[in-house]
């Protein structure tokens, strides 16, 4: 199981971004796949969720409304939109694949490298 993800840089206030996490040697309807940032100084913390299956999607309290996820099959990969950007959004995000939608960092089965979102004027 291998995450790619890319998309991230740098984007003032209110601004947006949309990063993607591509996945290879497995389909993408064998796992959840989702998305979990780290900011400075902080620890990882979960953002969303997108479900195998149903293809349910789950948002952190913080993002919700502001961040979509998303999936294209033909491209095996997953998307996660970032719109209305405010500082507190600076992380470096992380996507992630796992058999069960734990928000648990410990527990998660396999993670991509990280893509880093920069949100300043």
């Known amino acids: 199981v291998q995450l790619q993800a890319s998309g991230g840089g740098l984007v003032q206030p209110g601004g947006s971004l949309r990063l993607s996490c591509a996945a290879s040697?497995?389909?993408?309807?064998?796992?959840?796949i989702g998305w979990f940032r780290q900011a400075p100084g902080k620890e990882r913390e979960w953002v969303s969720w997108?479900?195998?299956?149903?293809?349910?999607?789950y948002y952190a309290d913080s993002v919700e409304g502001r961040f979509t996820i998303s999936r294209d099959n033909g491209k095996n990969t997953v998307y996660l939109q970032l719109n209305n950007l405010n500082p507190e959004d600076t992380a470096v995000y992380y996507c992630a694949a796992d058999l069960y939608l734990t928000q648990v960092v410990s527990e998660i089965d396999y993670w991509g490298q990280g893509t880093l979102v920069t949100v300043s004027s």
């Open positions: 040697e497995f389909t993408l309807d064998y796992y959840n």
């Open positions: 997108l479900s195998k299956g149903y293809h349910n999607t």
